[in-house]
């Protein structure tokens, strides 16, 4: 009877330890469910911190080069104002040769009264010729003055436009053609 006992006691225990081995299967069960739930998740958070990290650096390469556009423009901003000044500079030297033109043209008026006292007909036709001539000069000079008026006022708008990023794609041409040239001629000066 006694090994009866034991035999029971023993079955009792296999019995108990089968149920805890049941609860212990089930546990891991869910616990590698668990798992392989978060392996999932973490899957996903690395595909997701990968797209993130392309976007990182395409977002990246496209800041670059707005920098480098934003350096650009200051370029040729810059060149355009050296052009504006150069051009103002030009004007400012025509102004003043118009004014000491027209000075000129005074002076002789009245000189060319006393002088027709002086002098005959040939005299005075030649005179007139001069004065024709110096008409004439004014002329051209005064067209020359309004032209660069003009060129001063083109220079300003694109140097406004270049100064908002808005060039034309013509103008933008135009100005890479200049920096060519002025490169070229400078490095043909540096040369002599």
Known sequence: MLWEEEVETLKN??????????????????????????????????????????????????????????????????????????????????????????????????????????YGMVEKEKINSMNQQLETLCLHIEESERKYKQTISVYRRHLLRAAKGDLHPQVMHACKEIIKLQTESTSTDDAI
Do not use: P
């Not at 296999?14 to 973490?42: F, G, R, Y």
């Not at 797209?51 to 650096?57: H, P, Y």
């Open 13 to 118: 225990e296999m019995n108990e330890l089968q149920i805890k081995l049941s609860d212990v299967k089930i546990k891991l069960d869910s616990t590698n469910h668990k798992l392989a739930e978060s392996e999932k998740e973490v899957g996903e958070l690395r595909v997701e911190r990968n797209q993130r990290e392309a976007r990182i650096s395409e977002l990246g390469r496209e800041l670059q080069k707005y920098e480098n556009l934003q350096k650009e423009n200051e370029v040729e901003t810059n060149q355009a104002r050296q052009q504006l000044t150069e051009a103002k500079q030009r004007c400012s030297e025509l102004s003043e040769e118009v004014t000491h033109l027209k000075l000129n043209i005074h002076e002789l008026n009245s000189k060319l009264g006393s002088l027709d006292l002086q």
